[in-house]
């Protein structure tokens, strides 16, 4: 469990500092785990993420597998960790295909996993088709794959969910699963505090600072619920989406 | 893309068979007529007439247009790739102006006369200037307007200083025409000395070479080529420098011939896809099919600049790409 200390953390971000966005935040994953960013908008769930993601310039430090980013060799960052951005904007129109084998250039090969990492994210009917003439969630799922494809194992997906139907959602979830299983770690930003409560812990970001991290119960509690989203919570009988 | 993904991989053949046949149109085309025998004689000096034709004044000018084209052809590519935006090309950005004002001062002061090489570095500070002064106003990833609205200011900027020293120095005609032909652009009375001169296109055709597939992730955006392996800042400036490098070389042996970095990557990338592997050996092949192609046409129709006739083809086609990118 991610709240747990072993020797070696998948992610470690110690003191970072980026000024006006956010401010002195301590996180330490644990390897397996799927973590989840909550927060506000403009939280600074974003820029944490590309912090972790070692894309951002930020006082502290921020070690992957006990060992300072900023010390890794660029090819080596390629295969050390994934960043999916929120969007992207794609001026070209390359096939999907080849957007996905993009994840594959830090390994110096095009071919490895590439079908497999098209088939999780159900891309199969599009891989030809040019990625500037699909659908937002579509592109999401693109980038998914790209960043599967490069095998890493500490995956930051930054709101992996947001335009994403029900069915391609709840699949995500258990690609993330399947990851974590098999020893990846997975940081994600989500939204939705029903999705982020089953997930195996969270952080919590409020106004730039990290409010509270552990397991979803101990973090989504009423109160901070009510400080921090300015909601409050009720249990209630819902839909509920699976898998068939 | 035009050419379904099977026939993609003979677009850069066809397109070398295509600069063969334009180079031999070239060079058999002018006030003398040469059929293939006797340019094949003047290539190897057994036919003396033929040879002085060939060897003083064909070769030499097709020579410059094919490196001028490949050149063009070439920064368009990068500067497309560099600004993730696909109407960005150097005399769009400002970036061949810098060169020509940079020309311009050089042979108005009289350094151009002291060195061979004293036109090109001058043309060479020009383009960096220019292309700093671009990304300091554009930022990488800029939107179409703001990188268009940069260039439009560095292009009177840099027109001006070059009209400045048109009017300051009207007492020397002999400059002043020197000048006007930068302004026009063209490749006549080209010499081994402008081949020479021309050199550093080679050296850095060959240094694009391998940067295809790091150009590809970089053209989707500049965090998500680092996250991918790139050493972006790196990759940045090798380009940048290989893309000035290219248009200063060009805009100094032939002077300023707008459009090419901006017609040739569209048609290229509307034919195989945007891949840069791809794209860059073909652009480089391209790039001298369109010059020669546009040379051969102006001589053809009595003598009409280079400049002349890449603007006629390409401002049609630009206000076309105009209409199709809304």
New interface residues.
Partial sequence: MATQAPSVNALEIADATVPGRIESVFLRLAPGAIVGLVGPNGSGKSTLL?VA???LPATGSVLWRNRPVAALA??????S???V?QE????????VR??VA??R??HGDDDRGIDEAIAALDLGALA?RPVNQISGGERQRVLMA?ALA?AAPLQLWDEPLASLDPRHALEVLLLARRLADAGSTILLSVQDLRVASGLDALALMDSGRLRAFGPPASVLTPEALAEVFGVRVRTAAGLVFELP | MILPARYARFALPGAVLLLAAMAAFSLATGDVRLGPERIWAGLLHRDAMASTVIWQIRLPRMAVGVMVGAALAAAGLIMQAYFRNSLASPDLLGVSTGGAAGAAVAIASGWAAVSLWSLPAAALVGSFAAVGAVIALARRGASTERLLLAGVALNALLGAVTAYILSRYTDLYQRNAQILFWLMGGLEDRMGMHVMIGLPIPLAALALWPLGRPMDLLSLGEQEAQSLGIDVRRLRRRLIAIAAVLTATATAIAGTVGFVGLVVPHILRLLVGPEHRRLVPLALVGGPVFVLGCDLAGRLAGGLRLGIVTALIGGPFFLWLLRRHQ
Avoid at chain 1, 88 to 95: I, V
């Fill in positions: 590309c993601a070692g894309l660029p090819l080596e960052r390629g295969r960790a994934a960043w951005p992207a904007r794609f001026e070209f129109g390359f096939t080849s957007v993009q994840g250039y830090a030809s790209r490069t």
